[in-house]
């Protein structure tokens, strides 16, 4: 089922779901929520471990939000994986 987002359902705050990302010839799913603030949202996704934020720039594409002690120091946060699955989450969003 595509993930749609309906800005006029006040009720939805939360949602659950799954970014699948093929990376290094492996087919991964990253477990996610989306968050809704007022008009406004991200997804909060764990790459491996890690929570990364992804919300829309004013190009309205998506970036990712990490805390910077946390990117400098781990090596399990990597720029290309970061890229796919921003892609993901904008083709899931068409």
Same mark, same amino acid.
């Given at each position: 089922m595509p993930?749609?987002?309906?800005?006029? &359902?006040? =009720?939805?705050? #939360?949602? #659950?779901? $799954?970014v699948p990302v093929t990376y290094n010839n492996q087919e991964l799913i990253f477990p996610a929520k989306f968050i809704q603030f007022g008009y406004s949202y991200k997804f909060e996704i764990d790459v491996n471990g890690i929570t990364v934020f992804f $919300? !829309? #720039? $004013?190009? !309205? &594409? +998506? @970036?990712? =939000? =990490?805390?910077? +002690? =946390?990117? @400098? @120091?781990? #090596? @399990?946060? &990597?720029?290309e994986l970061m890229q796919l699955i921003a892609e993901s989450l904008t083709a899931m969003l068409k």
């Open positions: 993930f749609t987002i309906d800005y006029l &359902n006040p =009720i939805l705050m #939360d949602y #659950d779901l $799954e $919300e !829309r #720039d $004013e190009e !309205r &594409n +998506f @970036r990712a =939000i =990490i805390d910077h +002690f =946390i990117e @400098r @120091r781990d #090596d @399990r946060i &990597n720029k």
